[in-house]
């Protein structure tokens, strides 16, 4: 006997939907709007729906938006630096935290690291994400956590040659290990296996060399083929501070960027996280202007993680003027807090300020590179919009939030002023995982009491791990005294 087809579910009458209009290929409003969903496919999105319908959600009081796509992130290990690297200073270094403080300020356990993965993804669903690009390294339960949580995530386990250390606090020394870069290459590929073969139907894989100063060059010619022969997204840090630009440049005589593109990484299939320092940049006084030139020319898109940069001074320069330059840019959260909500917020306003202008970029600039951008980036046309025959992944926003009122433009009011307060309900392949603002498959209360006893053996174990001996107190010491 064959299966019955699921059920039709029907939202209507919602106050405000944001359509995908495909003749202007662009998101738009759409008033008094019906969205049908029968297993995980839009049917219908527009109004006067008058087909079949098992299940009715009134919409009165809502905005439908598309669910978000995150395509940069580190929650396994990143909630645990909350309170920590806020305001980290290394001067050795233009301020990043990188080489002095996410070393020291770390989880090696399992256990530890599914407390912050837990935390991290129920933030991700409330401010709306149902697509995540998840980028660590393989560990004991991480496949099965993500599948649980209800989101859309690919899974993009690292791999690298060399680690960083410092030992003097303004120089760094690379230990090479292409062995072990070359069996981490090659769990990655099993893990990208399993992770589309996963029976919830939500996982997928991506190929994901550490960082551009961590890989040789034939590693990363070889991941790259895979990911093309495979046709799997790549994505790889680059270009995220002066300190690997220089050093690449020591290395090659080329840019991070150019480097790259030599080898032939550079291509549609292929996301550069952070892309911050091209030779663009004024921090760097360099003599070139071809980076932004070859991310376009070559399709590869960038991943815009705004708020841990500006946490210490840094700044892209700027969205807007990527997005002109015909790059493709997605966003992503990287660090803590994992809200995109309050990530695309602070996008928007880095560009303006480091643009010195409004033009900069537009509201429907921001949501496209939340939305469509990222869905781009993963090369995938299924989701990022709300149009029939994408999956059913999309958020309603509580239009009666104070903070949503009054309702003249509710796309504003929720990036500018509301963010995740007023997320009331995220669907992801037509599956509930938000439900009146809870998550429903993350124990959040659990996850947090564990996170806490994480960052306290974290913060114990400082002095053994930092280059100096110093403590964590001295490392991130409180922003006030204690008394």
Not at 265 to 284: K, M, S, T
Not at 356 to 374: K, P, R, S, Y
Not at 432 to 460: C, F, H, K, S
């Amino acid at each position: 006997m064959a299966d019955a087809e699921p059920d039709v579910k029907v939202i209507r009458h919602a106050d405000w939907l944001v359509a995908w209009d495909t003749g202007s290929q662009r998101h738009a409003y759409l008033r008094d709007a019906d969205l049908a969903f029968q297993g995980d496919t839009i049917r219908f999105v527009g109004q006067g729906y008058d087909g079949p319908a098992d299940e009715v959600i009134d919409g009165r009081g809502r905005l439908v938006m598309p669910g978000l796509v995150n395509i940069h992130s580190h929650p396994s290990s990143e909630p645990m630096r909350k309170g920590i690297t806020d305001e980290t200073r290394s001067p050795g270094f233009w301020h990043s935290s990188l080489y002095e403080h996410l070393p020291v300020f770390d989880v090696d356990r399992p256990e530890d690291m599914q407390a912050c993965l837990k935390v991290a993804l129920a933030e991700l669903l409330l401010s709306g994400v149902t697509t995540l690009v998840d980028l660590w390294f393989d560990y004991d339960g991480w496949l099965d956590t993500l599948a649980d949580s209800g989101m859309r995530v690919c899974a993009a386990p690292m791999f690298r040659d060399a680690r960083w250390s410092t030992r003097d606090g303004h120089s760094l020394t690379y230990d090479w290990a292409p062995e072990q870069g070359r069996a981490g290459f090659e769990t990655a590929m099993r893990v990208i296996d399993r992770a589309n073969q996963h029976p919830s139907g939500r996982l997928s894989g991506m190929v994901a060399p550490a960082q551009v100063d961590t890989c040789t060059a034939d590693l990363l010619r070889d991941a790259a083929a895979f990911a093309r022969a495979r046709g799997l997204p790549f994505q790889i840090h680059a270009a995220q501070s002066p300190s690997e630009f220089h050093e690449m440049v020591r290395r090659h005589g080329k840019t991070p960027i150019q480097w790259l593109d030599a080898l032939g990484v550079l291509n549609e299939r292929a996301i550069i996280g952070h892309a911050i320092f091209l030779d663009h940049h004024p921090w760097l006084h360099w003599s070139t202007r071809l980076d932004m030139d070859l991310l376009r020319d070559t399709g590869t898109s960038v991943a815009h993680c705004p708020t841990v940069f500006q946490r210490r001074g840094i700044a892209l320069r700027t969205l807007g003027g990527y997005l002109r330059h015909g790059i493709n840019v997605g966003i992503g959260t990287d660090t803590y807090p994992h809200n995109f909500l309050d990530e695309m917020r602070n996008a928007a306003t880095a560009a303006r300020v480091i643009g010195e202008t409004v033009d900069d970029l537009t509201t429907a600039d921001l949501l496209g590179a939340a939305t469509v951008g990222g869905a781009g980036a993963l090369c995938r046309d299924d989701i990022g919009a709300l149009s029939a025959g994408r999956k059913a992944d999309f958020v309603l926003v509580d239009l009666t939030h104070p903070a949503m009122r009054p309702v003249r433009d509710p796309l504003r009011s929720l990036l500018y002023v509301a963010a995740e307060r007023a997320v009331r309900d995220v669907f992801v392949g037509g599956r509930q995982v938000v439900r009146d603002g809870r998550v429903l498959a993350i124990d959040l209360d659990g996850a947090l009491d564990r996170l806490q006893e994480v960052q306290v053996r974290a913060l114990e174990r400082v002095p053994e791990r930092d280059w100096a001996g110093r403590s964590a107190a001295q490392l991130a010491p409180l922003s006030l005294p204690e008394l």
